[in-house]
């Protein structure tokens, strides 16, 4: 099952990103597990035994897909280890798995990448990486995940409030944190989202998708990958839902239609690279500006935390020294625009979705763009759109 899957991988040109955990009940020193799958989250009886696992995979995959290949994955040794509910064993049991794990790797192939802790909450970096230092074990990157809730995912985790008093700019303030704990070794975030709970309406709404603008345009520069979690609902750690909008944490619902954060990913991927000046502020209103060879992309989000207060603005922005454009568009995510779930309560919330149901659906999650107006006054562009809240808007200017 491991090779189909990265055989799949590597058939669309990615490279595999890989978590070595749990651990096997033939290795087991007890019997604690989570999930329905029951997922075993003790350390292991022998720890030369998983060492020998951890050999046997990686030298398989190495005389698969050859060494050239393997060296451009990144192996992260377990999940969360910081957190009872997936590690049993202390945080030296954890370090003393990492090292076993690293060790092995790199007797295989010493240019195989490893890395670690895997945490929640950005935690046990400093720690992680001095035990690395004394103990001289490999380390060739720095791995934790963060949601802004912080709390094990429960279906009546009450959310709103966890969010609530949660300050907007948290992410970013600990991923700065972190990246200069980590050095100049290369971070990862691999699980993030607006929350932790696997059944949260929010996953299913624009206010993710604003959120997740508003997070990786922030911090961008910090990491060097955001995993967002996860690509699709479906998705079974609890149980597997028939409700085809659940709040679960895909990218996609279970019947591949895309959700507003899908749309978010769709908008940051056409963007350039070069990030330009901004001046202004506002209480709840970002805006950025990225430019690539022919075009330039002015992108807004109207975002508070739930229970703050957010409202409908008027944004009006002027582009210093632009040249002429050649077209204008606008495309917006909000709760009139590439929202299928708004689209499905419309239909009666039905359960089960027919072929034709899932084309309404997959048809209005999809970004529209509209012209945008804009004046010219001397050198400068001007034009004004409207933000609803919690909401994406994006206007790409085409200069040729």
Known sequence: ?????????????????????????????????????????????????????????????????????????????????????????TRDDYFGLYRETARTLKKVDSGLQVGGPATAKNEWIPEFLHFCSRENVPVDFVSTHHYPTDALGKVDTNTLEQLEHTRPEVMRKDAARVRSQAGDLPLYYTEWNCSSNPRDPLHDEPFAAAFAVKIIME?????????????????????????????????????????????????????????????????????WVVRKEHSATVLVTNFAMPRHPVQTEIVDICLAGAPLPRTARVERIDHDHANARREWLAMGSPEYLSDRDVEQLSAASALQAEVQPWTRQMADLHFSVSASPQSVVSVTFDFS
């Open 1 to 89: 099952n491991a090779d189909r899957i990265a055989d799949f991988l590597l058939s669309i040109g990615m490279h595999p990103f890989v978590e070595l955990s749990f651990m096997p009940e033939a290795l087991a020193s007890g019997s604690k597990t989570v999930f329905h799958y029951n997922a075993n989250v003790t350390p292991p009886s022998d720890y030369g035994k998983w060492a020998e696992l951890i050999r046997r995979l990686a030298s398989h995959w190495v005389g698969r897909y050859g060494a050239a290949e393997v060296r451009k994955w990144l192996f992260e040794v377990w999940n969360e280890p910081n957190l009872s509910s997936f590690w049993t064993g």
């Open 219 to 287: 911090s961008a520069g910090l990491a060097q990958g955001y995993s967002f979690w996860t690509f699709s609902d479906i998705f079974e750690e609890n149980y597997f839902p028939s409700v085809p909008f659940h709040g679960g944490f895909g990218l996609l619902n279970i019947y591949g239609i895309p959700k507003p954060t899908y749309r978010a990913f769709q908008l940051l991927h056409h963007l350039g690279t070069e990030r330009l000046e901004v001046e202004g502020r506002h209480a709840t209103v970002s805006v």
